[in-house]
């Protein structure tokens, strides 16, 4: 096998009432170089003790089943991975590592890759198409999964919008802050969400910004979630008051994502006071929407 590179954008899913189906992809990117090697050797940039232990690492253990489901021996791999995007924090980590062995594993084996065949492999590591998709194919998209068949839909998202993601210095695993949500729901709550995450489209279809604000909104699991971060109702506060469009929990949190059009650093700075109200640090970025996806570069 060549050295190859794969590069995989951030994603922040759920985007309030989009719960476990909206999802964009987001311009902060993981790299992951890759050759051929005897044993396992991990490098990660910035050093991350924990991704450099293999039965810890996503992105090995994905290239490894994918090895092994076309019949042949994992030997290693020599993996260097410059990490941009930080790990349980929302933003869709364990999705670029995912997604960057998929395709790695197809263009080395030269199978093309549809979508039975990623959904195959990715669902036996993520049981949810919201980080994976956008970060496999960028944009916005509404996702999901029935009798084994994942039903998704790209949406144009506007030029103009940006994110401002804002990330304390704490991590919530995905498993941590699924584990809070109820097992039922009040059939007000259920028609509370689907009429924002309805009222979400139509406002990036019809380009109507002012109504992103409410279409935001959540009860399923921004409400049990919040429990776990400390100051959440104050960021999203500051960020509207600041001048965003619209705010929500990214992904399972804990960052913090607010859509806007401009005001993104008063924004920025807003969330982070309502953070360090309650003792946390945090940091901003403005991040614009990614539209190509994942790819995978020849190197040598
Ligand atoms: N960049 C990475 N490279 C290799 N393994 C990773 C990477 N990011 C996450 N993982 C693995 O995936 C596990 C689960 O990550 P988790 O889903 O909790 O966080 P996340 O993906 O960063 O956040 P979210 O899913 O909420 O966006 C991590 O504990 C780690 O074992
Ligand atoms: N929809 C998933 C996304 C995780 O990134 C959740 O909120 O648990």
């Known amino acids: 096998m060549k050295k190859l590179r794969a590069i995989v954008p951030a994603t922040t899913a759920n985007l309030g ?16 170089e890759v050759e051929e090697h005897d044993g396992v050797v991990i490098e990660t940039i910035p050093d991350n003790p924990f991704l450099k232990t293999p039965e810890k690492n996503l992105f090995v253990q994905v290239l490894k089943y994918a090895c092994e489901r076309r019949g042949k021996t994992f030997h290693g791999a020599k993996v260097k991975q410059i990490t941009n995007v930080p ?21 080395v084996s030269k199978v093309e890759l549809t979508d039975d065949l990623f959904f195959e492999i990715a669902y036996r590591f993520e049981p949810h198409p919201d980080n994976l998709l956008p970060a496999w194919k960028g944009g916005f998209i509404t996702a999901l999964l029935q009798n084994k068949k994942t039903y998704y839909q790209h949406i144009d998202f506007p030029q103009d919008i940006k994110a401002v993601v804002v990330i304390p210095d704490f991590e919530l695993s995905t498993e941590k802050a ?28 019809n380009k109507q910004y002012d109504i992103l604000k409410i279409a935001m909104d959540d009860r ?12 959440f109702d104050e960021v999203i506060s500051n960020a509207l008051e600041a001048g965003a469009l619209g705010a929500s929990l990214s992904g399972a949190g804990p960052t913090v994502l607010a859509l806007a059009i401009e005001k993104f650093d008063d924004i920025g700075k807003a969330m982070i006071e309502g953070f360090e109200k309650h003792s946390i640090k945090a ?8 539209k190509r996806g994942a790819r995978v570069e020849i190197i040598e």
Request: charged content about 20%; aromatic content about 10%.
């Open 17 to 32: 009432a989009g719960f476990d189906t909206f999802g964009l992809a987001l311009s902060l990117y993981n790299e992951f």
């Open 87 to 107: 790990v349980a924090r929302g933003l869709g980590s364990s999705a670029t590592a995912i997604v960057a062995a998929i395709l790695i594993s197809a263009t």
């Open 178 to 205: 699924r584990a809070v949500l109820p097992e039922k729901i009040s059939l007000k709550d259920g028609v509370f969400n689907v009429q924002r995450a309805s009222l979400f489209i139509s406002a990036l279809v």
């Open 220 to 231: 399923f699991h921004q409400p049990y979630r919040k429990k776990l971060i400390p100051g």
């Open 283 to 290: 940091d901003y970025k403005v991040l614009e929407v990614d």
